[in-house]
């Protein structure tokens, strides 16, 4: 991060401290990091804030402002609970709300950081006292002064990358690289982007829900909210990239399902703008046919098409960016504290301190990441002919999805197998138009052999892994994910499954602000359950218990 950046933490936003901050710093990079445990009405914000305003849902929020000087992390939720979960070395704080722990507000501090208040008590300011604030005759303002062995400093890294890899992943991977300043070397084995996973006519993007709002739950969300935003710097859906924001109708599958989504809508109270449950008869006249078991409808979720939106990111890169493209990488190798990339002849593709691997299935191919748990399942998506099934404006999904009518053609999918058969297969498009058709409520019906085959690149647990790779090679105890050796200056963008749209933009925000050592734009147990190393702390794990 530049040592031109200040990182405020605010436990409590308030719009005019938020305000008065950005003129504060003026021209100067700021970082405002703000808890928010209360709804908040951002209607009294500057409309570059109120577009991009997230729906009252837990979790961390990024935004950007329009010149890229201010960015504004919101973490909803409970103070106590958000401090724990934030990873950011912060400059400034104020305490709107005073945490219960002053330790865990003392980790995320930096040595010489100023504290301020607008009134502590006795109790309060004895705890700052000891977790080593120290106070000014004033009893509200402190000064953090660490104890024994600081925080190593911060090395600026060399903002030269290879990205292996030009799907979704790797696309976004160069274009947050490329913002932040970085030259970006991309390789592509094929002569064009968006040619593997990909490369399908549309995907879907839609939060998912549960009753636990587990963790893979709450990485969907963030990510489904992460990209609506970050989409807007691109134009826009429709605009900037082919598709439409034009809303996702997910039915229940049967009445015992629809008696738990009843239930989420009834606890968690999800915003009508993210989530919005419809009962039998609303859903049922939505879709133009029966719906007995009710459905989510999500107005902000709809369809893209992955390639255009790959031109997008490599477009917004500008000269920073260099193509390789119908290059294959073979052999990585580390020499003098920087990476080589070979093809298959041993010819040098490329040279550079960082390598971010991005290829999906294909990383598994490189000696370095052969040993993470990648497995390729097949997707066969179907296109039909616009008319063959009753048209929809939205995006309907049940066991299949079903993509309104574009230039023409209808996208139903996916199905999910695990062979390895790249050719479209007749069974597979019964599969789709069968289940589709039910949805619906129509017979189903042949149709000429058409659409696309695919394959999913997805780890054991259906998460993406986004950090640093590890090395399996070198022994040693791991019981936490630091204690796990890594490659240095090799990290890995993998693991997307059927979710690469949404998926992309912020993982490749995570890893940006990783090697730029920024705040992460994930909460810190977010952040290690998408950590690559998470397989072999396990690995290690179980081997020592036995």
């Known amino acids: ?72 992390d919101l973490l909803i939720g409970g103070v106590d609970a958000g401090l724990a979960q934030l990873s950011a070395r912060i400059d400034e704080a104020w305490l709107a709300s005073v945490p219960s722990s002053m330790t865990v507000l003392a980790r995320l501090m930096n040595d010489g950081a100023r504290l301020q208040a607008a009134q502590f008590d006795d109790g309060q300011r004895a705890a700052l006292q000891k977790a080593g604030f120290v106070f000014d005759a004033s009893g509200v303002r402190a000064v953090f002064q660490r104890r024994g062995a600081g925080r190593a400093v911060a090395v600026a890294p060399e903002r030269r990358a290879i990205v292996i890899g030009a799907g979704l992943a790797g696309t976004a991977a160069c274009e947050r690289l490329a913002a932040r300043g970085w030259q970006v070397t991309l390789i592509e084995r094929h002569g064009q982007p968006a040619s593997e996973a990909s490369g399908n006519l549309a995907g879907i993007f839609m939060p998912q829900l549960s009753k636990d709002d587990n ?29 439409a924001q034009c809303g996702v109708l997910q039915l229940a599958r049967d009445a015992e399902h629809a008696q738990v989504q009843r239930q989420i809508a009834a606890t968690a109270l999800p915003p009508p703008e993210f989530a919005r449950w419809l009962e039998a008869g609303e859903a049922s006249s939505m879709l133009g046919a029966p719906a007995p078991h009710g459905a989510w409808w999500f107005a902000q979720g709809g369809w893209a098409r992955p390639s255009s939106v790959c031109a997008a990111m490599l477009d917004a890169c500008g000269s920073l960016l260099t193509r390789r493209f119908s290059s294959s990488a073979v052999s990585l190798q580390r020499e003098h504290d920087a990476w080589l990339v070979r093809d298959g002849d041993g010819t040098l593709i490329a040279r550079a301190p960082t390598v971010i691997i991005a290829a999906g299935n294909g990383a598994v191919q490189l000696a370095q990441a052969a040993s993470l748990p990648l497995d390729a399942v097949r997707g066969q998506v179907t296109h039909l002919v616009q008319g063959s099934l009753p048209g929809l404006p939205f995006v309907l999904c049940r066991e299949a999805y079903m993509t309104p009518a574009y230039q023409g053609t209808v996208c139903v999918g996916a199905t999910y197998d695990a062979d390895g058969d790249a050719a479209l297969r007749a069974t597979s498009q019964q599969d789709n138009i069968g289940k589709v ?32 790779l590890p090395d399996p090679a070198v ?53 290690d359950a998408v950590d690559p190393g998470r397989f072999l702390l396990r690995d290690r794990r179980r081997k020592g218990a036995a």
Do not use: K
């Open 1 to 72: 991060m530049s040592s031109n950046t200040i990182v405020a933490l605010d436990t409590d936003f308030d719009a005019a401290r938020f305000d008065a901050a950005c003129l504060r710093h003026g021209a100067q990079r700021l970082h405002f990091i703000a808890l928010a445990p209360r709804p908040i009405d951002a209607h009294q914000l500057p409309q570059q804030w109120r577009m991009q305003w997230p729906p009252f849902v837990p979790g961390l929020h990024r935004m950007l402002s329009s010149d890229g000087l201010v960015t504004l």
């Open 215 to 243: 963790i893979a739950t709450r990485l969907v969300r963030a990510a489904y909210l992460y990209a609506l935003r970050h989409w807007q710097t691109l134009g826009g859906v429709g605009t900037g990239f082919e598709g």
């Open 437 to 468: 058709a039910d949805i619906l409520n129509v017979p189903a019906f042949d149709a000429p052999l058409a659409g696309r085959t695919g394959f999913r690149c997805v780890a054991p647990d259906r998460l993406p892994l986004a950090g640093a």
């Open 475 to 527: 022994p040693g105890r791991c019981e936490r994910l630091r204690d796990v050796p890594r490659w240095p200056g090799l990290f890995g963008l993998l693991g997307y499954a059927s979710r690469g749209l949404i998926w992309a933009p912020l993982a490749a925000e995570l890893l940006a602000c990783q090697l730029e050592g920024e705040p992460l734009p994930l909460e810190v147990q977010l952040v």
